[in-house]
């Protein structure tokens, strides 16, 4: 396992003045994307939920390392996840993000109260999105 130099993933965090979950919403961007990729969905969210963006390792401003294996990443976000004190979040991952976000729940199951996994196909306009509850 190649660790990152400084442990610590480059994230943008929405913290808005009138809460409706005490569950942050954590997006995980695709491969060759960064934090901003799901801007769309962030500003969306902001208003209601605290709303963190992360560039994960070897994108966006994050630390670069040799390898890239789901399980890192993974525990990369946890790390920062720790660092930024959440206690339970939203995960919400596209394409390769989704897959980091599944990884987190076998990581951390309880700190994930849902997974949301964006998948766009070839064809399709239309962005599908799974919901998968974990109990607590």
């Known amino acids: 396992m ?3 130099l400084n442990n610590w993933l480059n994230y943008r965090i929405h913290q808005p003045e009138n809460l409706i979950s005490s569950a942050a919403i954590v997006l995980i961007h695709g491969l060759f994307g960064d934090r901003q990729n799901l801007g769309l969905l962030a500003r969306n969210l902001q208003d209601y939920f605290t709303v963190i963006q992360l560039d994960i390792r070897n994108h966006g401003n994050s630390p670069w390392a040799e390898t890239m294996l789901y399980f890192e990443m993974a525990t990369d976000v946890l790390k920062r996840l720790t660092h930024l004190k959440q206690t ?3 995960a ?7 897959k980091i976000a599944m990884a987190m ?3 951390a199951p309880k700190l994930i109260e849902k997974l949301w ?4 196909r070839q064809s399709l306009i239309k962005l599908m999105a799974m919901r998968i509850y974990f109990p607590l």
């Open 105 to 107: 729940t076998a990581i």
């Open 92 to 98: 919400i991952g596209h394409s390769m993000g989704g």
């Open 88 to 90: 339970s979040v939203i």
């Open 117 to 120: 996994l964006l998948i766009l």
């Open 2 to 4: 190649t660790m990152l």
